[in-house]
Structures are given as C-alpha cells and as structure tokens.
C-alpha cells in the first residue's frame, strides 16, 4: 500500500526523500544550533498552510513573538492558517510552595507539559504538527527511561489523528542521545561546517527512513531569504538518455585538424597549461562557434572578473547583450569561498535542464578545488558531473592551470582520465622569443595530429601556424632547435 506524502515545502528536500513525509509518521529533525533546523520546519508547516491543512506549530525554546520574527526575516507571514502555541512553566510551578515541595518541579512540568500538548492536539486535531524543540522535554524527563515513555505516550496519541509530526533536536544534551532514532519513522541530520576560509557550509543526510527509498548520502544546502534550498547529490546514472553525437567544429580549420576534424557532441574537453596559455580563450572559441549554430550555452567562471570576460567574447565578435537577453547565453561568475560544490553542481545542471545548453565551459578547475580541498571527493565529483552533462548531450570545456611556467610543469589535479580530450598548451623559447605551442595528447573518438603546431593570441583569437619540425623538447619548454627557422610563426599572417 503507498501512503500519501506531505511535501516539505523544500523542492531539494523532497527529491532527496523520494517525494515527502509519508503521513501519520513521526519524523525527526536534528542538528546542533544554527544548522537551520527552524527554517526547515516552518517551511513544512507553511507548505500545509498552502495546501489547506490545519498545521500546528508547538514551541518550547523559542516565544511566539521570536518564532514571527523569524518568519519574518525570509519573507513569511505566519496568519491565522498556522496555530503557534508557546508552551511556558505554569505560573502556578513557580511559586514558593512548588519550590519548596519534596515533588521535583521537574515531574510537575514535565507532566504538564504533556498535558498541553495533547490538549492543543486535541483541541485542534491539526494534519501537521511542529515540536521545537525535544531539549526542553528531555531535560525534564532527567533520564532516558522517562524521556522515552514520555515521547513514547506522545506518538500514540499523534497516530489517532493520523498527524505528521516533525520533531527538532538541538543535540545539547550530554551524551548524544539516541533514544529518538528508535522511536521516529525518518531521521534527518544537519550539519553546518566552519571551513577555515570563507562562510560556513552546510550539508544534511537521511539517516533512516522507514519503508521507503531515498537518495542516501550527504546533500549540500543553504539557507537564503526565502528559506532552505537543497542541492540533492547528482547520480548520473539515473541519467541514461543517449544523445546523437555529432562531430563539431570549432571555427578554426587548424585546431580542427589538430582534432581530427573536430570534437565529438556530448564529450568533455580538458584544457591544459600553465597561466597565460590561452586556456580560456580557447574554450570560449567553442563556445562562439556552439552559438553561432544556433545553440545554447553556459560559461562559469572562477578566476575572471564577469565584465573582463564579456569584454573578451565581444572582441571574438560575439554579441553578448543580444545572447543573453534571448536567453541564448547564460554566464555565471562563481565564488568558491561562497559557493559549496554541491550548489555549483546545481547551477551547472540548471544551465543544462532549464536552459537546454549543448555547451558547457568550467574556467576553471583551480577555482573548483578551492571549494573543495579533498582531491578525492573533487574527482568523484567530476566524474558525477562530466557523465550527467555527457549523457544530456552538452559538450563540456575544462580548463586546469598547470604550476610553473616553462619546464617541469606540475598539474593540481589530475583528472585527464576523465576527459574524452586533452590539449596541452606550453611556453618554448626560442630564437630569443617566449612563444607558445599546442598539441592534443588525448582524444577517445577518433583520430587526431600527434603533431605540435605553434600559436598566437591575438585580438580575434588564435592564430595556429603548421607543425613546427627541427625541435626537440618543445613540450619540456626548453628546446633544442635543429632545422630551420622557416616553420616558426612571425607577425604577419601564416
């Protein structure tokens, strides 16, 4: 039997749950203070509000007043569709007889406690219910045994409404109870990472759901005006759409048969060399010519300022404002240090399923790493990423920026094995001038020169001369030079 399911109110949320809360189940929120445990429950009760149920928010920590302000903040107004009931110490507990009783006033509350939430859930008989936050009564319950009936009692009496509830945890008390992941049909954790550079990170995983299948893992997410936004984990295997794959061109006959005519729709393209090679310009010679067939496309950026790198695709003679205001055209600056990989992920998928781009430029994966310091998570990252964008059909541009500039050059990380194809780009001297070559190490489809030509940079892109002959070592940046002259690029045209 499939059970109904209440949505979050949080799109990302919903798709890492399979859909929602199964309704009439206890459902528990933890994480330590700031996590954004708040923010994800006032959405799921503003979520039942839309939808016409009767939702009921119960507060223990927090006043009515600080529970509206907080709406407040994202945008929300709490009316009369959200009954918040602010539960305080009876005024009669707090008088000098009660203190001065054998009783603890702890049984007292405790009791009483309960007593008013089952009055309001009675009272009301409400679809949703939100219970922030569980310290409160574990405190007063002062052990396991009784915290556990007590909540025990609680989900009883919630079944008979057929009530969702959502239960928050703070993670205060003292040995990280767990009496809770027993008793509650899903537990969801939130985590919030204090890197040691740039704003915090936050993440949340399913830790058990009940009956039902989820997307496991951790899932990045943030918290923006307008509340919580998950980024669910991109599996590319539950992408398989094969697009057709076609051979593309680049707009300049000799990088294309550099690359054997081309390079393959649906591949991905990873751009090598040191600092000033050229690696962006040479993705963005894609990318005119994806727009001048009349495709999409999406360029992300890390390490150029979004005005510089306008100006540049305006001198290749691409109209900028006209592709952007038609929607042709998406350009994205992204901050690593504000930015989790799990967003970026995100955005690039957007570009793909929104915006229907057939060309994807990444510039670069420096600035990828900088947001994650583990090589090894970055690599499955990628390898998640390159297989989804390949498999929508996008021919996707990589650029890495190697360390030195002429010798030994040193890669930051290595994902050539990824990539369909691999050009390298490198700095020679010789005959008393810095010049600059490009060669295709790699290419899966097809075939390709294993030959290296010499190149210019110039205002409307590159120039690519004919493959240099009578050099050893160009590749090693310090040649030794024994033919002619003649096969080296000059000034005036090739």
């Known amino acids: 039997m499939t059970r109904e399911l209440a949505s979050t109110g949080i799109g990302g949320l919903d798709n890492v749950l399979g859909g929602g809360f199964s309704r009439g189940h206890l459902f528990l929120i933890e994480g330590e203070p700031g996590a954004g445990k708040t923010t994800v429950a006032m959405q799921f009760a503003l979520a039942g509000a839309q939808a016409g149920e009767k939702v009921l928010y119960i507060t223990l920590s927090e006043t009515e007043q600080e529970i509206r302000e907080g709406a407040a903040s994202h945008g929300w107004v709490i009316d009369d569709r959200v009954a918040v009931h602010e539960l305080v110490p009876p005024e009669s507990l707090l008088n000098e007889e009660n203190q001065q009783s054998l009783l603890y006033s702890s049984d ?89 550079y740039g704003a915090e990170r936050r993440r949340l995983r399913v830790l058990k759901y009940r009956g039902s299948s989820y997307r496991g893992g951790y899932h990045d997410f943030s918290i923006k005006h307008g509340g919580v936004v998950v980024y669910p984990r991109l599996v590319a295997g539950e992408h398989r759409t094969l697009a057709p794959r076609e051979r593309l061109k680049s707009g300049s006959p000799e990088l294309n048969e550099l690359l054997g005519g081309g390079i393959d729709q649906g591949s991905g393209t990873l751009v090598l060399g040191p600092a000033g090679t050229g690696k962006s310009l040479l993705a963005l010679l894609f990318t005119k010519a994806a727009l001048d067939r009349g495709e999409r496309a999406a360029v992300f950026i890390f390490d150029e300022e979004l005005a510089q790198l306008r100006k540049r695709m ?115 001297e010789a005959l008393g001038k810095v010049r600059r070559a490009i060669s295709v190490m790699k290419k899966r489809l097809g075939t390709h020169e294993n030959t290296i030509r010499e190149y210019k940079i110039e205002t409307s892109g590159l120039r690519i001369g004919p493959v240099i002959e009578g050099f050893q070592g160009i590749l090693r940046g310090v040649p030794s030079f024994a033919g002619e002259p003649d096969a080296l690029l000059t000034d005036g045209a090739s």
């Open 108 to 196: 007292l509350e405790l009791g009483e406690t309960a007593k008013d939430i089952i009055a309001v859930i009675e009272r009301l008989r409400p679809s949703r219910v939100v219970i922030d936050s569980l310290s409160e009564i574990r405190l007063l319950a002062q052990s396991s045994l009784r915290y556990r009936r007590q909540v025990l009692a609680l989900k009883h009496h919630f079944a008979r409404f057929d009530t969702t509830v959502i239960l928050l945890d703070d993670l205060t008390s003292e040995g990280h109870d767990r009496t809770m992941h027993s008793l509650t049909h899903c537990v969801i954790k939130l985590e919030q990472l204090a890197p040691e």
């Open 314 to 428: 305006a001198e290749l003679g691409i109209d900028v404002d006209a592709a952007e205001s038609s929607g042709q055209l998406h350009l994205q600056q992204i901050d690593a240090a504000e930015m989790s990989p799990g967003e970026f992920a995100h955005a690039v998928r957007a570009g793909v399923d929104s915006r229907d781009a057939k060309c994807v430029v990444i510039d670069s994966l420096n600035g990828y790493q900088a947001a994650m310091p583990d090589e090894r998570l970055l690599i499955l990252h990628m390898h998640e990423l390159l297989q989804y964008l390949n498999r929508r059909g996008a021919s996707t541009f990589l650029t890495v920026a190697q360390h030195g500039l002429v010798g030994d050059m040193k890669t930051p990380i290595d994902i050539t094995y990824l990539a369909d194809t691999v050009i390298l780009l490198r700095y020679f």
